[in-house]
């Protein structure tokens, strides 16, 4: 027995209340011991986070994969959980510290890691609150956190177990240095911006009257950073550059300084730029780096000049004068730093070289730098430019965990999804550097190391273990730093089930079956867990990774704070419900593609939900409940055989388009499933003619829709279920995916094909010929196919009661004014006299197809000029396109409109 609906469609009315249902009766996770498992890991989102639109479509794309395998039956666990996110929820602490004029050096470490506790259980679930109302169907039974005791352990065991492979070691090498957050940082947490600088030229004088081959007495050097020649070390020229050939090998005394350094040979310098002639300061450039170990240099030996928080330093060497020391590295707050003094310094004593610039009238000027747009890292996080900083940090042998990945990806034990992605993967993983995991913070893993007097490093899962590998009465400390967030993420998908224990989680659920994430992640994360999941468990973590694009904004803009154009996904759900902003990120998700947001195409998906809503309340009324079976019942009449058919060849399509990951195919599939052959064409074909085989059809054939679109709109389809028969007992989230056990039926699909044919095709000439929809009119059909007679036959009634033709003659049309129309095979002639005046409708087509024509060919100039395309704002360039696709549109519905009246 059905329940009735209300006349109106609210989604926030019902989402709350069956959200709660479903999380209370465990239904995310029935119980299904003996079912094929299907396991998903959610890209655990930061513990200090709030949803946002890529979170948004990340978790609604898991989402259908989630309902939909647990709809086919099988034990479906969705993993969800948070990250400790190290640096992030440090910051978010140490700012509310801030705020009550408290810093966190106040605090002793224990105490303070207390305060973090404290606040990640007061603040930290507004992110899990959030995917709720997503509709996400997660196990938060077993909500995982990556600072839990089990996953500790399983973390300290892997980075011991690494290092007592060799694949884990301390080295002092340069690492992105991030001197607000004072800590060093990962390659992939550094963002480049153009800001604009200077490049200054400097003299280094030669030594021992040696001068080059043009009598010059000095070499010239250009920098973007003249703070950092106070640690140069050596000075790179190109070994076939002649100009300097003499002088290799011999040294140049540094200004300021009065450092004495060599002049090395080596390809890094390039004699087309500048001098070729480049400055070589190994402890504060990574591509200096290099030159300087090639040059001879241990890393132990090269000169850093700044401290922590990028303030100048004494350097090993005693050289640096001490007017620099405790100078900012450039300009900050207002107060000159060592680059402004060196500058100063170097002009003072002749050692600097102006730029000369030309001033907008010609006339020549003299500036201390050339003004350039300098490219420059900054760190993500702490939002200030990123030192290149000599230190000692633990590294993970990346390029030996990379190999058996690379081999997975190669030879398709794991698909990477889209294709194009695998490019990209391979350039990275075969070029892969070692992976700095330490990370100077007191919150997050702290590295399991602790060391003598003579700092020998002792690296045991306990610190009894290290104390019975250093010996009694070995005096212990522990390392200060903790590791990488990104290095305990990288067990998310073993870790999060139990292991390193063997539970039956692990058994069952590892491997994984697929991982969907944002392509912004594939080396954070993906790339790690796989390295990590071969290197742990021998096996590959999934056999399939889908990467997702970015949602934009509308313009196709980046979103970003600073341009003012987020979008809150909590407010569109607000204004059109979570189902609509689902099925918009599903219908619009195409492989290989970003999102562009468009309110006009949610709204569209809230209307058809709506639609659904009220085809729902029209079954009802008509006394079409529930259906009692799986399998497609018994029918007889062509309407129902052919509905029946749809509901196979839908079923299928979902499938594939699943399958393959066309998440965009398959929303696309039931949409027009839903309002096209459902909505607009079968409950309008029997209508006033339910029977108890069309009740019976109906009913089934809308039990099968709500199945299918559950897992994009789950929340409409769940009220509908339950309003339309008695069946607490078996919820639409646990239900069981379509088995029609049916065939399409040929002839069923012929004659209804035929019907609708017919029916849009007078639809669309009344509208473009101006004829009232109402109008009854007559049809001719001279040579009409057997298809055509027996639809006639068969269909008189639907045939006025849709076409609005009152008869269909199978016989010669009479002379005079008439348009032609297409069902099928057939060609059908339509008698207009007395219908509309057709010189004058050919008139004002005329009139209005050439009118299109021109302003398609205008607009088409327009685009074909690069000078417009690339130059006018990308609004302009959007609008004359859909001008131009309307007006297109238009020529060819305007030309046809004229064909049809000959």
């Known amino acids: 027995m059905s329940t009735e609906l209300p006349t109106t469609f609210d989604p926030a009315a019902i989402e709350a209340r069956w959200y709660a249902h479903w999380e209370q009766e465990g239904l995310f996770r029935p119980a299904r011991p003996d079912a094929q498992p299907y396991t998903i890991v959610n ?14 479509l990340d978790n609604t794309l898991q989402d259908i994969m989630i309902r939909y395998e647990r709809l086919r039956g099988k034990d479906a666990l969705w993993v969800v959980g948070t990250d400790h996110a190290g640096i992030a929820t440090q910051m978010v602490v140490e700012r509310q510290l801030e705020a009550k004029q408290d810093k966190r050096t106040n605090y002793s470490r224990e ?18 609150r959030q995917l709720r109302r997503l509709g996400c169907s997660m196990d938060w039974s077993r909500e995982q956190f990556t600072m839990d005791p089990h996953f500790s352990a399983a973390v300290t065991k892997t980075f011991v177990d690494l290092y007592n492979d060799g694949l884990i070691y301390r080295d002092k090498r340069l690492v992105n240095w991030d001197p607000k957050l004072k800590t060093a940082i990962s390659d992939l947490e550094v963002e480049t911006q153009d800001v604009k600088g200077s490049f200054w030229h400097f003299r280094y004088p030669l030594e021992d009257g040696v001068t080059l081959a043009d009598g010059r007495d000095y070499i010239e050097v250009a920098t973007t950073r003249p703070e950092t020649m106070l640690a140069d070390m050596a000075v790179a020229v190109h070994p076939e550059d002649e100009r300097y050939a003499s002088v290799v090998g011999k040294h140049v005394v540094l200004p300021i300084t009065g450092r004495r350094v060599p002049i090395v040979a080596d390809e890094h310098a390039d004699p087309e730029l500048g001098s070729g002639a480049v400055k070589i300061t190994p402890g504060h450039d990574f591509s200096d780096f290099e030159v300087g170990k090639r040059a001879g240099f241990k890393p132990a030996e090269m000169l850093n000049m700044l401290d922590g928080e990028a303030n100048v330093c004494q350097t090993a060497d005693d050289l640096v004068p001490k007017e620099f020391l405790g100078l900012h590295r450039f300009k900050h707050d207002g107060v000159d730093g060592a680059r402004e003094l060196v500058v100063q310094r170097l002009k003072d004593s002749g050692h600097l070289i102006p730029h000369i610039a030309k001033t907008k009238k010609g006339e020549e000027q003299e500036l201390d730098a050339e003004p350039r747009t300098i490219a420059t890292p900054f760190g993500d996080r702490g939002g200030v430019v990123i030192e290149p900083w000599l230190t000692d940090q633990w590294y993970v042998d990346a390029e030996k965990l990379a190999v058996k990945p690379i081999e997975a990806v190669r030879n398709g034990e794991v698909e990477i999804v889209p294709k194009s992605w695998e490019k990209t993967f ?17 919150w997050g893993h702290r590295i399991p190391a602790w060391y003598d007097a003579e700092g020998k490093a002792y690296v045991a899962l306990t610190e009894e273990e290290a104390q019975a590998q250093a010996g009694e009465g070995a005096a212990l400390t522990r390392d200060e730093d903790v590791l990488d967030t990104w290095f305990s993420s990288a067990l998310w998908p073993f870790a999060t089930l139990g292991w390193p224990e063997q539970t039956d989680l692990v058994a069952k659920h590892y491997p994984n079956d697929l991982l969907v994430s944002g392509f912004d992640i594939l080396f954070f994360w993906d790339a790690r867990m796989m390295m990590m999941g071969q290197y742990t468990t021998g096996q590959n973590p999934w056999p399939k990774l889908y990467l997702h694009g970015l949602v934009r904004a509308a313009d196709g803009q980046k979103m970003s704070k600073s341009k003012g154009n987020v979008v809150d996904p909590l407010g569109l759900i607000d204004q059109y419900g979570a189902d609509a902003l689902r099925f918009f990120m599903a219908a619009m998700e195409s492989q290989g593609r970003d999102i562009k947001m468009d309110d006009k195409r949610i709204e569209g998906y809230r209307n058809f939900a709506t639609k659904l809503w009220n085809a729902t309340r029209f079954c009802q009324s008509n006394g079409i409940g529930a259906s009692t079976s799986i399998a497609a019942p018994k029918a007889t009449h062509a309407v129902n055989r052919w509905i029946i058919g749809e509901v196979v060849q839908t079923k299928q399509a979902l499938d594939t388009a699943l399958a393959d990951l066309r998440f965009d195919a398959a929303a696309n599939t039931i949409y027009h499933f839903v309002w096209d052959r459902f909505c607009d064409w079968y409950i309008e074909l029997v209508k006033g003619n339910f029977d108890e085989e069309t009740r019976v059809v109906a009913g089934w054939a809308l039990d099968q829709i709500l199945v299918m679109l559950h897992p994009f709109m789950p929340f409409i389809t769940e009220e509908l279920w339950s309003k339309q028969g008695d069946r607490a007992d078996y919820p639409l989230i646990t239900a069981k995916w379509v088995d029609p056990q049916a065939e399409v039926d040929a002839e069923a699909k012929a004659e209804i094909d035929w019907l609708i044919a017919l029916t849009s095709a007078i639809r669309t000439a009344k509208n473009e010929l101006g004829i009232a929809p109402g109008a009854k009119l007559e049809a001719f059909c001279p040579a009409p196919s057997a298809l055509a007679k027996s639809v006639v036959k068969a269909n008189a009634g639907a045939i006025e009661r849709l076409a609005r033709l009152t008869a269909i003659h199978f016989a010669e049309a009479p002379a005079g004014a008439a348009m032609q129309i297409a069902a099928g095979e057939d060609a059908l002639v339509i008698p207009l006299e007395g219908v509309i005046d057709i010189e004058a409708e050919k008139t004002r087509l005329s009139k209005a197809l050439e009118a299109s024509a021109k302003e398609a060919k205008s607009l088409e100039g327009r685009l074909s000029n690069a000078n417009f395309v690339e130059r006018a704002k990308p609004e302009a360039v959007e609008k004359a396109r859909a001008d131009h696709a309307h007006h297109t549109a238009e020529v060819a519905r305007l030309e046809a409109a004229l064909a049809r009246l000959g």
């Open 426 to 442: 391979f350039n990275w993983m075969e070029n892969i550097q070692p992976w700095c995991v330490s990370r100077q913070l007191w």
């Open 111 to 128: 105490d303070f890691v207390a305060k973090v506790w404290e606040w990640k259980e007061e603040s930290g679930g507004t992110i899990t």
């Open 43 to 56: 890209p655990p989102p930061n513990v200090t986070g709030s949803l946002h639109i890529g979170h948004a």
